[in-house]
């Protein structure tokens, strides 16, 4: 009995230990269509058939591998039913998200960004949810560069925009412009259970605001209880 009991105990410690595999989430929040293509790195395996169509304000829910991944995500516009022939996002310029997951006990931990590197096609932001702790902002771009790319970088009859790097970073600091640029908020993200990202969000809600918006909330039900309480 002794020993079926210690058996018991050993697997409920082992799955208290398992990691959860790291959800990831793509929204659309455009006024039109978007078909995710989601490209693993070299070597690791592909988490997507990348033909999904996602209409306004369609999700898209992926499982990470419950060891490691690494890629990218963009949002292809103007595709045809199968998928092909997009306007946009199959190939530069367009804006890319990067993702890297380490799922694995005391190591779990998340690293993204958002990179203009190779242009940009539509707005993007990712930000983590649920994590275990450190420091994860949300980081992107939610202004539509294209509204007014210089005209001597427009591509794809405007729906997308080359740069400069110049006009990228000060329209959207929280992104990367350059190989060597990294954003001036720092990340050290851990155990995430979701990694989102949103196509066409309209604002950035930085660590401070999100903050004082649950400073103000806090504040507003001390005030009614008081009301309710009088």
């Known amino acids: 009995m002794a020993g079926a009991l210690a058996f ?41 058939d990348n033909t999904a169509r996602l209409d306004p304000n369609a999700l898209l829910s992926l499982s990470f591998p419950s060891t490691f991944w690494a890629g990218r995500v963009a949002a292809r516009t103007g595709c045809d039913a199968a998928a092909s022939g997009c306007w946009t996002g199959a190939a530069p310029p367009a804006t890319v998200v990067q993702v890297t997951v380490h799922d694995g006990g005391n190591l779990d931990r998340a690293a993204y960004s958002v990179s203009l590197v190779d242009g940009f096609n539509v707005p993007a932001v990712v930000t983590p949810h649920a994590a275990a702790g450190g420091q ?93 309480d009088s």
């Open 8 to 48: 018991v105990l050993v697997l409920l410690a082992a799955a208290a230990g398992a990691s959860t595999a790291t959800t990831l989430t793509i929204h659309n929040l455009c006024p039109h269509p978007v078909w995710p293509l989601v490209t693993p790195n070299s070597g690791l395996p592909s988490i997507s």
């Open 136 to 228: 994860c902002p949300a980081l992107g771009c939610a202004a539509d560069l294209n509204c007014d790319c210089p005209p001597a970088q427009r591509a794809a009859e405007g729906a997308a925009c080359l740069g400069p790097p110049g006009f990228f970073k000060s329209r959207c600091p929280l992104t990367r412009t350059t190989p060597t640029d990294v954003e001036p908020t720092p990340q050290s993200c851990r155990a995430p259970g979701e990694i989102k990202v949103v196509f066409c969000q309209a604002t950035i809600v930085t660590g401070a605001a999100a903050a004082a918006a649950a400073a103000d909330a806090a504040e507003a039900m001390v005030i009614r209880s008081i009301v309710a």
